[in-house]
């Protein structure tokens, strides 16, 4: 069942990541990884729009979308030109200092601040018309917490307010592959040769991560290639969303893939690593 974390330990545990008794902390674990100065550095130049981001706005009634829009997780503000120049009011937010930083950088006219999705008491009830967590952010926080950020933006959203996010589906056919590190190449190494004690740590901290992967019927924690091996990603399906945001007050007006295709609500997607999902507040 959706939302009874924990309950459900017997499901059979995916791809070999079986938990220890030790677990780590998830929430934790991932706000120093987004946190750190390198990744502030490296989303720097990240632009442009999945097809599943333009067919989903596009989606969206324009007295939405250029109406007041909340931007949760913005990082170093791939999306901000798209959705703040059209919105009456636009504020991006992000838990991590330095995606913080970096995003003011970029856009020094447009208002940024630190927050943490699960807690927002300064955002108003009935606040914006439209919210969006993009490139999965959502999935970075444990279950409890994605259940405390989706009450949270239900709450900020008005009536009939959408909402766009996206996530790591768990029903992808090659998921294995996505959990696999990535063989080095001879001549990396040998070119830098210092990549042996990253690689070292990289897999330390997969050893400790390992501890706190796991999974229920409903979703699993996963640590695979993302910032290299460095996060523990909430991975899940369509059917299990779905019921989730229902409880939340969230209906789900449209899912799509990556490339911008339609998904049937009661398809079992398999074809990418990821889901887009547009709902809308009851
Ligand atoms: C994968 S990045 C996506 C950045 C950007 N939205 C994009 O699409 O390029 C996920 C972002 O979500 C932020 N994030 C994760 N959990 C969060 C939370 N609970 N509250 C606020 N931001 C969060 C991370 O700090 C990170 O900047």
Redesign the pocket.
């Known amino acids: 069942m959706v939302g009874n974390d924990g309950d459900d330990q017997t499901a059979i545990l995916p791809l070999d990541q079986a938990g220890s008794a030790m677990p780590v902390n998830m929430n934790s674990v991932?706000l120093r990884a987004?946190d750190s100065v390198e990744n502030g550095r490296a989303?720097r130049a990240?632009a442009g729009l999945f097809p599943a981001e333009v067919e989903a706005l596009q989606a969206v009634p324009d007295a939405v979308r250029c109406g007041r829009v909340l931007e949760?997780?913005?990082?170093t503000g791939?999306?901000v030109s798209t959705l703040a120049d059209p919105a009456e009011t636009y504020l991006g937010?992000?838990?991590?200092a330095q995606?913080i930083q970096e995003a003011q950088r970029a856009f020094p006219d447009v208002t940024f601040r630190r927050?943490?999705?699960?807690d927002m008491p300064d955002l108003a009830v009935d606040a914006f018309d439209f919210a969006v967590f993009?490139?999965?952010?959502l999935d970075?926080?444990d279950h409890e917490?994605r259940c405390q950020?989706l009450a949270e933006i239900a709450r900020v959203l008005r009536p009939g307010g959408y909402f766009l996010f996206s996530f790591h589906n768990r029903d992808f056919r090659d998921l294995d592959r996505t959990l696999e590190p990535r063989q080095i190449p001879l001549w990396e190494r040998v070119l830098f040769f210092w990549l042996a004690g990253a690689r070292r740590r990289r897999d330390a901290l997969r050893d400790e991560l390992a501890k706190g992967c796991r999974a229920t019927s409903d979703y699993a924690i996963l640590n695979d290639s993302g910032m290299n091996y460095a996060l523990l990603t909430y991975y899940s399906d369509l059917a299990a969303q779905t019921a989730l945001l229902a409880r939340m007050g969230l209906g789900v007006e449209a899912a799509y893939a990556i490339d911008g295709r339609r998904i049937d609500p009661g398809e079992v997607f398999e074809d990418d690593y990821m889901v887009h999902v547009l709902c809308r507040k009851s």
């Open positions: 991932n987004f989303n990240k949760l997780g913005v990082g791939r999306l937010v992000d838990y991590a995606a927050m943490d999705a699960r993009s490139y999965n952010g970075y926080v917490g950020a």
